[in-house]
Nanobody, 121 residues
Framework: QVQLVESGGGLVQPGGSLRLSCAAS????????MAWYRQAPGKQRDLVAG???????NYAASLKGRFTISRDNAKNTVYLQMNSLKPEDTAVYYC???????????????WGQGTQVTVSS
């Protein structure tokens, strides 16, 4: 199995920045896509940004320019740099990884437990 542990969330004032990290561990053969999602109270979980192993990225259109996703393949870690934060960015942020645990296994999706980001003055 693959475990994902997020860190870096917290309370920040509007206009501030946070950097989230998500480290994958466990029985991992290969990680393909990694991504960040977020879920605000009463709303569905939405994609924030994704990154493939080769480094290509995609973003939710409304967030591009403020958020930057990156990854360190050697550390099985994905990051999310969030700048110019707004109150509407308040949500639980979840890390996602699509991985194989053996060369013969199917790709499976794994999720972290989530980290709270609150943007408020």
């Amino acid at each position: 199995q693959v475990q994902l542990v997020e860190s870096g969330g917290g309370l920040v004032q509007p206009g501030g920045s946070l950097r989230l990290s998500c480290a994958a561990s466990g029985s991992i053969f290969r990680i393909y896509d990694m991504a960040w999602y977020r879920q605000a109270p009463g709303k569905q979980r939405d994609l924030v940004a994704g990154i493939i192993s080769g480094g290509s990225t995609n973003y939710a259109a409304s967030l591009k320019g403020r958020f930057t996703i990156s990854r360190d393949n050697a550390k099985n870690t994905v990051y999310l740099q969030m700048n110019s934060l707004k109150p509407e960015d308040t949500a639980v942020y979840y890390c996602n990884a699509r991985a194989q645990i053996t060369p013969q296994s199917h790709l499976a999706d794994y999720w972290g437990q989530g980290t709270q980001v609150t943007v408020s003055s």
